[in-house]
């Protein structure tokens, strides 16, 4: 297990990289890093851990060599679990094993609490996992699945804008937003519709 192999996957700010021990259909397990570290902090660790597994460290997005989120934009913590969600995805890991240091062990708890269907094994070092008050935790946790579940819907349905006559373009917004009149939907696509040789 001391050979790696690195990896990229795409995320609509550039990518995600991580690096990969052991054979490719061994049970997986995803390592996640603690705060202003990378996936490199798991390359003493994982060649002590057994051989039948997968391991895939990831760098969070800002971290070793993954691409930083555009200029301005704030490091949230929901994204960090977000970022979890798409690379089990594009690894097309059903249940895995997850393994956090420290942030990466607080974010595995929060990962485990919005998708406890995909988790089989949580291992924390230095951290508790993620804690809620117990009033709060129903309509935390669906609230939040819902966001990152939407929004990663829609990252994988992005299509190139279609293209629309003025009058059409109309029609579509006031059939999506009932409360507009034409005329106040007229006012807003001044500034919401960028015009093309299409339309």
């Known amino acids: 297990l001391g050979m790696f192999s690195e990896l990229k996957f795409p995320v609509p700010w550039g990518h995600v990289a991580a690096k990969a021990w052991g054979p490719s259909e061994g049970h997986p397990v995803l390592c996640l890093h603690g705060w202003l570290d990378n996936a490199n902090t798991f390359d003493k660790l994982i060649p002590l851990l057994p051989r039948d597994c997968y391991y895939v460290a990831m760098d969070f997005s800002g971290h070793g060599l993954s691409s930083h989120r555009p200029a301005g ?3 949230h913590f929901l994204d960090y679990v977000s970022d979890v969600r798409r690379v089990a995805a594009a690894l097309q890991w059903r249940r895995f094993t997850l ?3 420290s942030m990466g062990g607080s974010v595995a ?3 485990c609490f919005l998708y406890p269907e ?6 924390l070092l230095e ?3 993620f804690l809620l008050a117990p009033e709060d935790t129903e309509a935390w946790l669906k609230s939040k699945r819902m966001v990152i579940d939407r929004l990663l819907s829609l990252e994988a349905k992005q299509q190139t804008p279609k293209a629309r006559s003025p009058e059409a373009a109309l029609q579509r917004l006031l059939e999506a937003n009932r409360h507009l009149t034409a005329e106040g939907g007229a006012i807003l696509l001044q500034r919401g519709a960028t015009e093309t040789p299409a339309g």
């Open 118 to 123: 995909m988790v089989d094994k949580l291992i």
């Open 109 to 111: 708890g929060m990962f």
């Open 99 to 101: 393994m956090g240091h």
């Open 73 to 75: 934009s704030p490091y």
């Open 127 to 129: 951290n508790l996992g």
